[in-house]
C-alpha cells in the first residue's frame, strides 16, 4: 500500500511538471493517464488488492487522483486551445495578399466592340451567323457568277462538294441570311471571322475578322452611305481624319467605292503603312446590286440600300500600330499582356 501512494505520488509530480502545449501533446497526455490503458485505470485496479479496512480510506485517495488527473488535463486542454486561437489571431493582416490573374481583352474584339458600339448609336442591329456556309449563301446570293475567281478552289477552303459547303470568306452570307428572313427596312451590322486560303505572312492571314453593314430602305441613296461611313470614322478615329471615295468594283454592290483615310500614322506626310501615298484604305461600300435585292425578293424598283465591309484587323492596325497580322493569333502573352486595361 506504501508503494502505491508513492506511485501516487511521482505520478502527480510527473502531471504537474507537465510543460505539453500543443493539441497532439495533451491528447498524448490524456492517452496516458486517461486512455482505456492508462495509468488511473492501473492505480483504480489496484484496489482489489487493498485490505479490506483501508479500503474506504484509500478509495478516497484514488478518487482524488483521479479528480486531479481530470482537473489538470482540463486545464491543459484550455490553455491549449488559447494559444491556437492566439497564433490565428497574431496573423498579419496587412501582408500582402496572393496576386490574381487578370486577363486582358483580345485587340481585335476590343476594335470589334468599338465598331458594333459606334454602329449601334445610329440604330444598326448586330447579326450572327454561320462561319461553315453553303454556296448560295456565300456566292450565289451575292451576285458572284459561276466562274468569279472567289469561288477557286485556290481562294476558298471547301468543307463539303455536293453540297457544297465552305468556310464563309466574307460576312456578306450574314447579310444574305438576314434578307432571306427580315423584310426592309433592314439596318444591320454582321461582325464575324472569315476564311481565305492565302499563304501566312505579316500581311495575310488565312483566316482574319469583318465588320459588314446593311441599310436597305426607300429612298436610301450614295449620300447616306458616305454620310453614315463619315460618322463612322470620326468615331472611330477622332475628327480630324479625312476621307476620300474611289471608284471600285463588287459583284454585290453598284456602283461600288473603296475609302480611304488620311494616315494617322505619318499624319499624311508619306510612311510605309500609307506606302507614302498618305491615304490609307480602310474599307469597301456601295449601293446593293438590284440582283441581289431579287434575290430575296426585295422590290429592287421600290428599295434601295448599300452596304460596306471593313477588316477588324485593318483597324487594329491603325489604331495600334500593330505590323504583323500572325501576332494577333500568336497567343503570346508579351503581345496581349500590352492591351491590359482597354475596354
Ligand atoms: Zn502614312
Redesign the pocket.
Known amino acids: 500500500m506504501e508503494e502505491l501512494l508513492q506511485k501516487i505520488e511521482v505520478y502527480k509530480a510527473e502531471i504537474a511538471a507537465f510543460t505539453g502545449s500543443n493539441t497532439d501533446e495533451v491528447e498524448a497526455f490524456r492517452i496516458k493517464y486517461l486512455g482505456t490503458n492508462g495509468l488511473v485505470k492501473t492505480v483504480m485496479g489496484e484496489m482489489k488488492n487493498v485490505p479490506n479496512e483501508n479500503k474506504r480510506e484509500f478509495g478516497q485517495i484514488l478518487n482524488n487522483f483521479k479528480i486531479f488527473v481530470q482537473d489538470s488535463y482540463d486545464i491543459l486542454k484550455e490553455k491549449t486551445a488559447e494559444t491556437e486561437n492566439k497564433i490565428e489571431h497574431n496573423f498579419d493582416w496587412s501582408l500582402p495578399g496572393n496576386p490574381v490573374v487578370v486577363g486582358t481583352r483580345h485587340p481585335l474584339n476590343i476594335i470589334r466592340n468599338q465598331i458594333v458600339s459606334i454602329f449601334q448609336k445610329i440604330g444598326f442591329a448586330v447579326s450572327e451567323g454561320p462561319e461553315i456556309e453553303d454556296d448560295w449563301h456565300n456566292f450565289g446570293a451575292m451576285n458572284l457568277p459561276e466562274d468569279h475567281p472567289a469561288r477557286d478552289m485556290q481562294d476558298t477552303f471547301y468543307v463539303n462538294q455536293n453540297p457544297i459547303w465552305l468556310l464563309r470568306t466574307h460576312t456578306s452570307s450574314v447579310q444574305a441570311r438576314v434578307m432571306q428572313h427580315q423584310k426592309p427596312p433592314i439596318r444591320v451590322i454582321c461582325p464575324g471571322r472569315v476564311y481565305r486560303n492565302e499563304t501566312i505572312s505579316a500581311r495575310a492571314h488565312c483566316f482574319f475578322h469583318q465588320v459588314e453593314g446593311l441599310y436597305i430602305d426607300e429612298n436610301v441613296s450614295f449620300a447616306d452611305l458616305k454620310q453614315t461611313l463619315y460618322f463612322f470614322v470620326q468615331e472611330m478615329f477622332g475628327k480630324d481624319v479625312k476621307v476620300r471615295f474611289r471608284p471600285s468594283y463588287f459583284p454585290f454592290t453598284e456602283p461600288s467605292a473603296e475609302m480611304d483615310i488620311s494616315?494617322l500614322?505619318?499624319e499624311?506626310?508619306?510612311?510605309n503603312?500609307?506606302k507614302h501615298s498618305?491615304w490609307?484604305e480602310i474599307l469597301g461600300s456601295g449601293m446593293v446590286h438590284p440582283n441581289v435585292l431579287e434575290n430575296f425578293g426585295i422590290d429592287s424598283n421600290k428599295y434601295t440600300g448599300f452596304a460596306f465591309g471593313m477588316g477588324v484587323e485593318r483597324i487594329a492596325q491603325l489604331k495600334y500600330r500593330v505590323n504583323d497580322l500572325r501576332l494577333y493569333s500568336q497567343n503570346d502573352i508579351r503581345f496581349l499582356k500590352q492591351f491590359m486595361g482597354v475596354v
Open positions: 494616315c500614322i505619318c499624311s506626310k508619306g510612311c503603312v500609307c498618305g490609307v
